[in-house]
């Protein structure tokens, strides 16, 4: 069957490698789509129905099928593996895999924790995900800037109780009025050369799957403040939740 080649380069970051494996959803869907160009025109070009070349139109469909309900699976951010996790040992492995990065962008970090915060239930691969979105695109909008800053704080939320926050700021570009509205829309993305578009939309799909929110506040020429607010309970039981 059809395989989405993700070949691990030296120093990649994990939304990197989401890159990559977008490059390759494209691949994988270009080579069934030529085979149909191809039998499609030949039946054109000759003026016949030929149940042959239908055919291969037909099975490279169903490829193209089964490819998608695969992806879509792996799009599945419902289905959640919860396990309990200190959230600064998970931001400090993020950071880890931006070490180099931040050495060479001569960006500074400044991590404020809480040290009170308790172990929270998260899947951790998947906020591991989103903290690595977040802190690629502070450091995308850090590009241009003279100040380069991180600063990561936590602790509990005043409102709503029972939560606890992640912030993330950036001495950035920051971002117009317009596009902070449109942040959260699939596929929107702006002043890069390889974005996707899809990677605040992902965390926010992600963020609320835990039962969290994600509030941005944006400054053109300032920076930005990405903040995720996220259930301190097991969400399965005493949790509460924003959606509900
Ligand atoms: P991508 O990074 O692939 O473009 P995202 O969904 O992560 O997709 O972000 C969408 C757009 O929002 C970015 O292209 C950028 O213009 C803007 N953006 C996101 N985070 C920040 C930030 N911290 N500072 C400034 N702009 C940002």
């Known amino acids: 069957?059809?395989?989405?080649?993700?070949?691990?380069?030296?120093?990649?970051?994990?939304?990197?490698?989401?890159?990559?494996?977008?490059?390759?959803?494209?691949?994988?869907?270009?080579?069934?789509?030529?085979?149909?160009?191809?039998?499609?025109?030949?039946?054109?070009?000759?003026?016949?129905?030929?149940?042959?070349?239908?055919?291969?139109?037909?099975?490279?469909?169903?490829?193209?099928?089964?490819?998608?309900?695969?992806?879509?699976?792996?799009?599945?951010?419902?289905?959640?593996?919860w396990c309990k996790y200190n959230?600064?040992?998970l931001l400090n492995d993020v950071l880890k895999t931006f070490k180099t990065v931040f050495e060479e962008k001569k960006i500074e970090i400044d991590r404020r924790f809480d040290p009170s915060l308790p172990e929270v239930y998260m899947d951790k691969d998947r906020m591991f995900q989103v903290l690595s979105n977040l802190i690629k695109n502070s450091i995308e909008a850090l590009e241009k800037s003279k100040i380069r800053k991180i600063t990561i704080e936590t602790g509990y939320a005043i409102q709503p109780k029972g939560f606890y926050f992640i912030k993330i700021k950036d001495t950035g570009s920051g971002m117009e009025k317009e596009d902070l509205e449109n942040l959260f829309t699939p596929f929107f993305t702006k002043g890069k050369e390889k974005g996707t578009g899809l990677g605040m939309y992902i965390s926010k799909e992600i963020v609320s799957n835990h039962g969290g929110k994600i509030e941005v506040q944006s400054e053109k020429g300032k920076g930005t403040t990405v903040s995720i607010y996220l259930p301190i309970g097991d969400l399965k039981n005493n949790g509460k939740n924003f959606n509900s």
């Not at 490059?23 to 016949?48: C, D, Q, V, W, Y």
Request: without cysteine; hydrophobic residues 40%; proline residues 2%.
């Open 1 to 81: 069957g059809a395989v989405v080649a993700v070949k691990k380069k030296k120093n990649e970051s994990p939304t990197e490698h989401f890159d990559i494996f977008l490059k390759g959803i494209s691949h994988e869907l270009r080579n069934p789509l030529s085979g149909m160009k191809a039998s499609a025109k030949l039946m054109l070009t000759l003026k016949i129905f030929d149940e042959e070349l239908l055919e291969v139109i037909l099975s490279e469909i169903e490829r193209i099928e089964r490819f998608l309900d695969r992806i879509s699976k792996s799009f599945d951010f419902t289905s959640l593996e």
């Open 87 to 89: 959230v600064h040992r």
